[in-house]
T-cell receptor
Framework: AQSVTQLDSQVPVFEEAPVELRCNYSSSVSVYLFWYVQYPNQGLQLLLKYLSGSTLVKGINGFEAEFNKSQTSFHLRKPSVHISDTAEYFCAVISTLSNFGNEKLTFGTGTRLTIIP | KAGVTQTPRYLIKTRGQQVTLSCSPISGHRSVSWYQQTPGQGLQFLFEYFSETQRNKGNFPGRFSGRQFSNSRSEMNVSTLELGDSALYLC????????????FGPGTRLTVL
């Protein structure tokens, strides 16, 4: 079984400032890691994912995340945020034992990022 | 390629009624998963279907059921609706070359009065 912890439920950040959204996970097996973004009244959109290889992964909209196996973390970062980044961000994991797209994704509780003009 | 579509987008029901939600996956995707999103419980996995078979099930009562058709379209049904079933129901499909990624639809917002 897996669990995901997003310690910050809300993060306010001034426009053009950097941001880090924290994600820690717990799992008895190896996992793949994902960050999703949800804009108001919309579904989830994949920002980036870590499957293997380089621990620094780059995603859409200028976001990146670093997988740290020893600290079981997968923090999301952006060097300069924009008003359009206001949304809710979800970290998620799935067991590497999943075949052809499944087992279930386990989500964190989400972090609401608010950009202050 | 068209994305995941869900119908209807919004639904209002009363307690005790039943509801059926529909999800059409991305063409070529054979796996469809359903999630419930509420402010209190967050995103919770309901079930997953692959080739018309339920492969995985979350911790929800038997009032929640689903099925998948031969064209991979999926439906979920909730019977005897309760106020607590009010939520955003998200469908995700996966398969093909990006089998490790789940693509989400816009969701169906269910309100139970």
């Amino acid at each position: 079984a897996q669990s995901v912890t997003q310690l910050d439920s809300q993060v306010p950040v001034f426009e053009e400032a950097p941001v880090e959204l924290r994600c820690n996970y717990s799992s008895s097996v190896s996992v793949y890691l994902f960050w999703y973004v949800q804009y108001p009244n919309q579904g989830l959109q994949l920002l980036l994912k870590y499957l293997s290889g380089s621990t620094l992964v780059k995603g859409i909209n200028g976001f990146e995340a670093e997988f740290n196996k020893s600290q079981t973390s997968f923090h999301l970062r952006k060097p300069s945020v924009h008003i359009s980044d206001t949304a809710e961000y979800f970290c998620a994991v799935i067991s590497t034992l999943s075949n052809f797209g499944n087992e279930k994704l386990t989500f964190g509780t989400g972090t609401r990022l608010t950009i202050i003009p | 390629k068209a994305g995941v579509t869900q119908t209807p987008r919004y639904l209002i029901k009363t307690r005790g009624q039943q509801v059926t939600l529909s999800c059409s996956p991305i063409s070529g995707h054979r796996s469809v998963s359903w999630y419930q999103q509420t402010p209190g419980q967050g995103l919770q996995f309901l079930f997953e279907y692959f080739s018309e078979t339920q492969r995985n099930k979350g911790n929800f009562p038997g009032r929640f059921s689903g099925r998948q058709f031969s064209n991979s379209r999926s439906e979920m049904n909730v019977s005897t609706l309760e106020l607590g079933d009010s939520a955003l129901y998200l469908c995700a499909s996966s398969g093909g070359e990006t089998h490790n990624e789940q693509f989400f639809g816009p969701g169906t917002r269910l309100t139970v009065l």
